[in-house]
C-alpha cells in the first residue's frame, strides 16, 4: 500500500514537471517584459524607430524584407507570421496599402493595429484612395503623430516618450519642409512625368503638375499605344524630365525619354532600405536628395 502511495506521488510529480516545461515551451515571447512592435515596411519603420528612440522596453522590427518597396498584392510569408505572433502592435501604413490586414488581424486578435493614415483626407485615382501618404512631407508629420498617440493608448507607460519623441521628429519634418518649399517654389518648370502613382501628395504638397505616369502599376509595363501617348503628352506639355524610382527598372523611362529628346532622373519614395538605427534619418536624406533631383531637372 504503502508502496503504491509513494509510486502515486511520484507520477504526480513527474507530471507536474512536465506540465511546467511545456508551459516554459509555449510562453510567448512577448511574455519577457518588452512592448513588441512590427512594423509592416520601410517608411513606417522610419517613423517608429524615430518615435521610440532611446525608450527601454519597447523593440521595434520591420516586418518585410529590405528589399521590398510598396506593398501592392502583397502576400504574407510564414516569416512575417512568426513576426507578427511577437507582437503587441502593428504599424501600417493603411488606406488600403495593406490588402493582408484582415489574414493577420484574424491570426493574432490581441494584437493593436496603428495606423499611420487615420483621419488623414486621402486623394482619389482611378483606382480609389491612393495609399502612398508618407510620400508628402506634411502627411508624414501627421502620421508621426497618429502612430504616436496610437502607441501612447496601447502603451501607456511609455506615453510621455513617445510623445516627446514623435515632438522632437516633427519638428525635423517642419525644418525639412521648409527647406524643400525654398528650393522648390521658385521653380518655373513644374511639369513631371513620374514612373508610377507614388508621387500624387507629394506633387500636391510642392505645386508639381504631373502631366503623365509611365507605370500605373509597378510590373505592368505600359504598352506601345501608351508610350505613343506618353510621348505626345510630353511633347504637347514641353516636358523636360520624366523620373523613375530606384526601386524599379526604367527600361520604359529611358525608351519615352529617348523618343520625346527629354532626360530620366531619379524620385525615391522611400519605400526600401535596411531596417536598423542608420534608418532613422533615411526619409529625411532621401528627401533632401529628391528636393536635389528637381533644382537639377526642373531649372
Not at 524584407?65 to 493603411?94: R, S, W
Not at 519614395?269 to 531637372?297: S, W
Request: with cysteine; aromatic share 6%; proline share 5%.
Amino acid at each position: 500500500m504503502k508502496k503504491n502511495f509513494l509510486q502515486a506521488i511520484a507520477l504526480c510529480s513527474l507530471l507536474l514537471l512536465l506540465a511546467a516545461g511545456c508551459a516554459r515551451e509555449q510562453m510567448p515571447a512577448k511574455a519577457d517584459g518588452k512592448f513588441h512592435i512590427v512594423t509592416s515596411f520601410y517608411p513606417m519603420y522610419v517613423a517608429t524607430i524615430n518615435i521610440t528612440k532611446g525608450i527601454d522596453g519597447v523593440e521595434v522590427v520591420n516586418m518585410t524584407k529590405p528589399q521590398t518597396g510598396c506593398l501592392h498584392d502583397y502576400q504574407l510569408t510564414p516569416e512575417d507570421m512568426k513576426k507578427l505572433e511577437k507582437a503587441d502592435a502593428f504599424v501600417i501604413n493603411g488606406a488600403g496599402m495593406e490588402a493582408f490586414l484582415d489574414k493577420a488581424a484574424a491570426r493574432q486578435k490581441d494584437m493593436k493595429i496603428i495606423e499611420a493614415s487615420s483621419d488623414i483626407e486621402l486623394l482619389q485615382d482611378d483606382e480609389g484612395a491612393n495609399p502612398h501618404v508618407w510620400v508628402s512631407v506634411t502627411a508624414a508629420m501627421q502620421q508621426v503623430d497618429n502612430i504616436a498617440r496610437q502607441l501612447s493608448v496601447a502603451d501607456p507607460k511609455h506615453a510621455d516618450q513617445y510623445q516627446k519623441n514623435a515632438a522632437a521628429y516633427i519638428e525635423k519634418l517642419t525644418a525639412l519642409k521648409n527647406q524643400m518649399h525654398t528650393a522648390i517654389d521658385p521653380l518655373s518648370n513644374k511639369n513631371i512625368v513620374t514612373f508610377h502613382e507614388a508621387f500624387p501628395y507629394f506633387a500636391k504638397e510642392f505645386n508639381l503638375n504631373t502631366v503623365a505616369v509611365i507605370e500605373r502599376e509597378p510590373g505592368s509595363e505600359p504598352t506601345p499605344q501608351e508610350l505613343e501617348a506618353t510621348i505626345a503628352v510630353i511633347k504637347a506639355r514641353g516636358v523636360t524630365a520624366l523620373f523613375a524610382e530606384p526601386q524599379y527598372p526604367a527600361e520604359a523611362a529611358q525608351t519615352i525619354a529617348r523618343e520625346s529628346g527629354t532626360k530620366v532622373y531619379t524620385l525615391d519614395p522611400v519605400v526600401t532600405g535596411q531596417a536598423d538605427e542608420a534608418a532613422a534619418d533615411a526619409y529625411i536624406i532621401a528627401m533632401k536628395k529628391n528636393m536635389q533631383v528637381l533644382q537639377e531637372a526642373l531649372q
